[in-house]
């Protein structure tokens, strides 16, 4: 309702089609709608995936989310907090709400690391992320994150879908339902999960919600078969394959020459040659013979810390040169210290996450900037929250969830470089200066990739749903370049 | 510009003209019979729905297409019906049915097979978002959930009435004596998402209402009521003080607790009550005989008198301690544990939230007694075997496998206890929460690890446990399970802790308050009624387990309006209400009942009123959706303004009252609409219609449909010959390939399994588990269960194929497929008929019989295949044909 153009009845006239049963399909009303110049000049790749016209011209055409699962600490990591250090183990007045309730004392637990400052901007960042840190004048780190929710399952669906409330579509899933998919070979929205299992809540990370579900997210793995069923099974040739498939198209062709009026049936037919070139094409996609050594050494395919992230970084960027949208790459899986939820041994836990994926994340920023493709491309990194500066338990140096203000960064894109913005409070809890709500984010992202993230919106249960929510949020203008 | 535009630009304008009269708005007028419309070609009309649709047809100078032939007519009246493919039997039967009324006796014999229910529920269950787990973290299991599934299809299948079905489920709970089966239906109130763990309790306490709240408005009458929940609705007449008056029908509901209540069966109560009489008057009488045989010792201090080690009688008060009448050994009071009058002197009421801490007083042998009265049920479920699952009543546990013991009160008034390391479990029967004071008696020796439980004097279970000192405890706790376990709420009296096991006689003479005491154990031993006694046995009430609706109580709490939907900023306080733009009187008289406010039966009795504006026309709306592939208003949810006109409003508004006239039986309008010319044409293109009219809102042609997700996951079952057609029961497990479960957060416990027959049940009773996307099922469109879904997409897309091509699914169907066709029949060229056959549902054709013969032919030839491969290969591509997947 706040967009003029295209609407009536609050909706756009494709939505008010989807909506009027007429269903949602590939091909479905493509010429009309092509004649009332909804799908630009673009008539070749129809459907629901077909490029559609962004808002206005984009900064980025591709966005790799590095998602930390658990929540990484900040002040353990980019955000500097050097009055944090000498009151290690001291019980301090500070009001907190994480995992085990509202506290109104903590006993501080100091930060395990010491932090340098890089680069020509000379931001600080700590002894966990030496590669990163190297890369800081690409980076835009915003200080003053916050979500409303300080738990995993809530805050999971805030940061992927922009709701603590199940039900709403993922970031990816608005990415494609917006702008469509440039290589109709691959999926638009790739997920790739830790090796030890998905993030708590699995599908509904990457979950369409209310939109159809050819806007969800597929999970691609970095091995063997990339995607579910994308292998012809064993004992079955390419070309016996094929001669399946000419069989099948002679089989629907005949049963659609009386039917010629129907689009889904034709639509139906090309999803099968479509489905045979991305068995050809996907699997290339994730074939790294062709990496230089230089380019493995450089993700650190040679060390089995950081192989598994490192690999995942390389097929984002191979999967952004081939033209795929969004691509999400989870740092940790399953529960506890699986992840980033470091409520046990904060050195052990943020060790082992940050020693496998610091290496290959500075290899992608610098490999994306080498090949050009950095200023096209906005890599995002960040977990669903933070983590307290104080101590969760009696004993230990495990932190507490921390929602009130976390540390998040953006890379390329369009996005100013070299920055810090906003800033938590001197024990780093909670944001105190331009603090800026997990829409704010997502705003950004939309912003950068062409779509005004006030005016992307979906007809659903009699509201034009937005990511931003119905309130809508800006991008952040002082990240953008 | 499409008829479709044209029109929605009208309301458009209409709307934004400022002209809106809430008395005109289509959906809102009181519902009247139209007269059923004069039309020229009166010999195509079967019934009066044509009349309206030819009308219309005649009106845009259209003519109805041609009647489809028989095999797509009953193909497509199946699957409307069961969502399954005719058999070969049945498709040959009507064919050779020459009588004049052969479909009308198709349609009869579909109606009343229970694959009706089965199909059809699906319908409704997409309206309720019903999902069998809650989402979240631990994406907990719904338990019991199924059973609200069953119930469904029954009702279905038994035509229940509308009004039946919606009152049942909106306060099923809330009918004077309600059955089971209406406990399990107010399963509604529970189908939502639901985070055990939300950052804002009461909030999200309101999420949930609101949802309860907009899927009943939605599913039942097309309101967007959550809309307005946090502003006044943008477009329709409806406040946000409207939207929390309705609101306040649902807001004494409690919050889920994720537990499943356990409840009578039906009859059980008055069956119990005999037995239990009978077993009163039994126990009595052989307590009188006891009482006689132990009164004639003569009393002294028995030989091994076992030694009292510390008691707490609770006749002597302090606020600060539990004391002990033996000793020092006195016990910290944790809250407020006041005295009551009890089963002797005084007793210790605990109110759930306060508790007292003893020393840790025995480790070796003891027996630990008391008697014990409440009216609540204790904590954890029926089916669990550990007793630190209940609600405390004294109780040493420390969590993990160590020496610990202790005495609960459990679920459905069950007194349980147990050991550990080994974990041991001992459970009386239920029903001891019955507001009479009870006899506990836990005994514990060392030296054979055996530990005993008595209730009420008599043995009820015996274990060995361990035989090491249970010195796990630091202390122990009286009324609370540890650590942070739930209080009990009740009486305790004349807890005492002895130092040795006692022997049966010997609790017996504790129970019973026997003269001579423990002195008199053996001449009550000796006594036939001692073994009388322990042969009785309390009668069971025979018992279920239902997840159920629960309220606060018969006092609803206040209700405001919550400004901009944030619960914690109360706004104009409300009482329950309708909304005013629909007219008409409002609900009835509201009266509570003992458990609850009473407040959701006026509602439903004001929905499924016989002149309500809304209910009838939705309802009528979305039995034409699901034949005709959309409603006569295209938003099933949503006859507001942000919804689409009908096509056809008189039609609708026919159908309406022909609802009521019917007696609301949904088996009858099936009958009438499927009965229709209008259903019976065919759904070929008419080139001038089709260009005037692509949307077929004239209903010019039958349109053409996809398949559902589950009528394709059923259909290749039933192609395979392995369909099994069972219903009912708890959902099952078919396998999901590794690279799905690895998505789950606990790769391990995704997932559950199947034998073979159950994981070819049909895709309703399939495990629907929110955060595990079933690969298949959701890839063809089946609803998002997060919020009401009134329509499903129907998208083309190349996961479908890539599934349907090489999916472990399909691949071992198209096998079965295959074998099915080596059984049944003998050559080549017969069984690609047959396939062809099966899988269309109609005639094979030569050229499509020769084209696959020719491709076994050639896999055997180029590609080295034998003929159960080749013909393996030619059933995969049957199941992929788009012939199969669409009908018509």
């Not at chain 2, 040493?396 to 610990?404: A, K, L, P, T, Y």
């Amino acid at each position: 309702m706040n967009d003029p153009t295209n609407t009536f009845c609050g909706r756009t006239r494709r939505e008010f089609l989807w909506q009027a049963g007429a269903g949602f399909t590939a091909l479905g009303l493509t010429d009309a709608l092509s004649r009332d110049g909804f799908f630009g000049d673009d008539r070749k790749a129809a459907g629901p995936l077909a490029p559609k016209p962004p808002h206005h011209a984009p900064k980025a055409r591709a966005c790799i989310f590095l998602f930390m699962y658990g929540g990484p600490s900040q002040v353990d990591t980019f955000d500097y907090k050097p009055k944090l250090y000498p009151l290690d183990g001291k019980t301090i007045d500070i009001k907190t709400k994480g995992r085990g309730g509202s506290k109104n004392q903590g006993r501080v637990v100091g930060p395990k690391w010491n932090f340098k400052q890089y680069g020509q901007c000379g931001r600080w960042v700590s002894d966990l992320f030496p590669h990163v840190g190297r890369c800081v004048d690409d980076l835009a780190f915003v200080h003053s994150m916050y979500a409303e929710s300080p738990l995993h399952g809530s805050a999971m669906l805030m940061m992927n879908s922009g709701r603590i409330l199940s039900g709403a579509p993922c970031l990816g899933s608005w990415v494609n339902y917006g702008l469509g998919t440039e290589n109709q070979d691959l999926p638009g929205f790739v997920v790739m999960l830790d090796p030890s299992g998905g993030p708590i809540s699995g599908a509904k990370n990457w979950n369409s919600g209310f939109m159809p579900a050819v806007y969800q997210g597929t999970v691609l793995r970095p091995h063997g078969e990339p995607i579910l069923d994308l292998a012809i099974p064993a004992g079955m040739t390419v070309r016996e394959q094929r001669r399946l498939l000419d069989a099948l198209r002679e089989q629907n062709d005949a049963h659609l020459a009386p039917r010629s009026d129907d689009s889904n049936l034709a639509a139906r037919i090309q999803s099968y040659e479509l489905a045979f070139r991305m068995q050809a094409h996907a699997p290339e996609a994730i074939d790294l013979a062709n990496e230089s050594a230089a380019t493995r050494t450089l993700y650190g395919l040679d060390d089995p810390r950081t192989e598994d992230f490192g690999r995942k970084c390389l097929l984002a960027r191979r999967l952004v040169e081939r033209g795929v949208r969004f691509i999400q790459i989870y740092s940790g899986g399953n529960h506890n210290d699986y992840n980033w939820d470091a409520h046990g041994d904060l050195v052990i836990n943020h060790e082992k996450h940050a020693g496998a994926t610091d290496r290959p994340i500075a290899a992608l920023l610098q490999d994306l900037k080498q090949r050009g493709l950095l200023e096209s491309t906005i890599v995002v990194w960040g977990g669903e929250f933070g983590r307290q500066p104080t101590a969760e338990y009696a004993e230990g140096t495990g932190r507490d969830h921390d929602s009130a203000g976390f540390t998040m960064w953006l890379a390329g894109g369009g996005i100013r470089g070299g920055m810090a913005l906003g800033a938590t409070d001197e024990l780093g809890y909670q944001a105190v200066e331009r603090p800026l709500h997990v829409k704010h984010l997502h705003a950004t992202i939309l912003q950068q990739m062409g779509l005004d993230p006030n005016r992307l919106s979906f007809f659903h249960a009699g509201l034009a749903q937005r990511l931003v929510g119905t309130e809508g949020a800006q991008p952040v203008r002082e990240l953008i370049a | 510009m499409p008829h479709a535009f044209r029109s929605a630009f009208a309301v458009s304008a209409f709307v934004v003209a400022g002209v809106a009269q809430e008395d005109a708005w289509w959906a809102y007028r009181p519902l009247q019979r139209p007269p059923v419309p004069a039309v020229q070609n009166a010999a195509w009309v079967q019934n009066p729905i044509d009349a309206f649709v030819l009308a219309g047809l005649e009106a845009r100078g259209f003519t109805p297409a041609a009647a489809a032939d028989r095999h797509a007519l009953l193909r497509r009246v199946t699957y409307g019906l069961t969502g399954l493919p005719p058999t070969p039997e049945e498709i040959a039967a009507f064919v050779a049915d020459d009588a004049p009324d052969a479909y009308e006796r198709v349609v009869d014999r579909l109606l009343a097979s229970p694959q009706y229910g089965v199909k059809w529920a699906q319908h409704w269950l997409d309206l309720v978002r019903y999902a069998e787990t809650d989402g979240y973290e631990r994406d907990r299991k719904k338990p019991f959930v199924w059973r609200y599934r069953d119930w469904v299809v029954d009702a279905l299948n038994a035509d229940m009435p509308w009004h039946e079905f919606v009152q049942t489920q909106l306060a099923g709970d809330e009918k004077p004596e309600p059955r089971v089966a209406d406990l399990v239906a107010t399963g509604f109130y529970r189908l939502g998402i639901w985070d055990d763990e939300p950052t804002d309790p009461e909030q999200h306490r309101y999420d949930d209402l609101d949802s309860i709240a907009d899927t009943t408005a939605r599913s039942l009458l097309a309101i967007s009521m959550g809309c307005a929940r946090c502003h006044d609705h943008k477009k329709d007449p409806l406040s946000q003080k409207e939207y929390h008056a309705f609101l306040a029908f649902f807001e004494n509901v409690r919050p889920y607790d994720l537990a499943a209540r356990t409840v009578p069966v039906d009859g059980a109560r008055a069956q119990f009550e005999r037995s239990l009489a009978d077993y009163t008057t039994a126990r009595s009488d052989a307590v009188a005989a006891l009482r006689m045989a132990a009164a004639a010792v003569v009393p002294g201090e028995a030989a091994n008198a076992p030694k009292l080690v510390a008691a707490y009688p609770g006749d002597r008060g302090s606020a600060t301690e539990l004391l002990d009448a033996v000793g020092e050994r006195h016990g910290a009071m944790r809250g407020q544990i006041v005295q009551v009058p009890g089963h002797r002197g005084q007793a210790l009421r605990f109110d759930g939230d306060d508790h007292a801490e003893l020393p840790r007083l025995v480790e070796d042998s003891f027996t630990v007694s008391f008697f014990v009265r409440s009216d609540r049920p204790g904590a954890g479920n029926g089916n669990d075997t550990r007793w630190f699952t209940g609600t405390g009543l004294v109780d040493g546990e420390v969590s993990g496998i160590v020496r610990d013991w202790g005495i609960a009160w459990h679920s459905d008034g069950r007194i349980v206890a147990g050991s550990g390391d080994p974990e041991t479990f001992l459970a009386s029967g239920p029903g001891h929460h019955d507001g009479q004071w009870h006899h506990v008696a836990f005994t514990r020796d060392r030296d054979s690890g055996r530990i005993a439980l008595y209730v009420d004097g008599v043995l009820v279970g015996e274990a060995t446990g361990s035989k090491a000192a249970l010195t796990a405890p630091p202390h122990l706790v009286v009324g609370r399970m540890r650590p942070g376990g739930r209080g009990f709420r009740g009486d305790l009296d004349e807890l005492a802790f002895h130092d040795r096991a006692l022997s049966g006689p010997e609790v017996a003479a504790l129970a019973f308050d026997l003269p001579g005491g423990f002195a008199a154990a053996e001449a009550i031993a000796a006594s036939p009624a001692f073994a009388r006694l322990a042969a009785l046995r309390r009668p069971d009430l025979e018992t279920t387990e239902v997840l159920a609706v629960t309220e606060f109580g018969s006092e609803p709490p206040a209700a405001f309006v919550r400004l901009r939907g944030n619960v914690h900023s109360k706004g104009p306080q409300v009482e329950p209400g309708v909304p005013s733009m629909l007219g008409g009187e409002g609900v009835g008289p509201v009266r509570a009942t003992p458990q609850s406010a009473g407040r959701r039966t006026a509602l439903a009795q004001w929905i499924t009123r016989p002149d309500h504006v809304l209910t009838w026309r939705v309802l009528a709306n979305r039995l034409w959706q699901h034949h005709f592939g959309r409603g006569l208003s295209r938003s099933t949810n949503d006859f507001g303004r942000l919804g689409d006109v009908p096509t056809h409003p008189e039609l609708l508004d026919w159908l309406a009252c022909e609802v009521l006239a019917r007696g609301q039986s949904l088996k009858a309008m099936h009958r009438l609409i499927v009965h229709s010319a209008a259903f019976r044409m065919g759904s070929d293109a008419e080139p001038k219609a089709l260009a005037a009219d692509p949307l077929n809102d004239a209903f010019w042609r039958f349109d053409r449909r996809r398949l559902t997700a589950e009528e394709v996951r059923d259909s290749v079952l039933a192609m395979a010959g392995v369909l099994n057609l069972e219903r009912g029961g708890p959902s099952v497990y078919p396998p999901l390939p590794p690279e799905v479960l690895a998505t789950s957060s606990r790769p391990d416990e995704a997932w559950g399994e199947a034998t073979p027959e159950q994981a070819a049940r049909r895709s309703l009773f399939v495990h629907v588990k929110r955060s595990l996307a079933e690969p298949l099922l959701a890839s063809f469109d089946r609803a998002d269960t997060d919020a009401s879904c009134p329509v499903r997409f129907a998208t083309v897309q190349p996961t479908q194929a890539l599934t349907m091509l090489n999916g472990d699914f399909a691949q071992a169907h198209a096998a079965a497929f295959a074998a099915r066709l080596l059984r049944e029949t003998s050559g080549l060229r017969a069984q690609l008929t047959r396939g062809l056959e099966l899988v269309t549902q109609r005639p094979a054709r030569a050229a499509d019989v020769d084209r696959l013969v020719l491709l076994a032919r050639e896999l055997r030839a180029d590609h080295g295949r034998d003929e159960a491969q080749a013909l393996q290969r030619c059933c995969l591509v049957l199941l992929n044909a788009n012939e199969f997947v669409f009908l018509d």
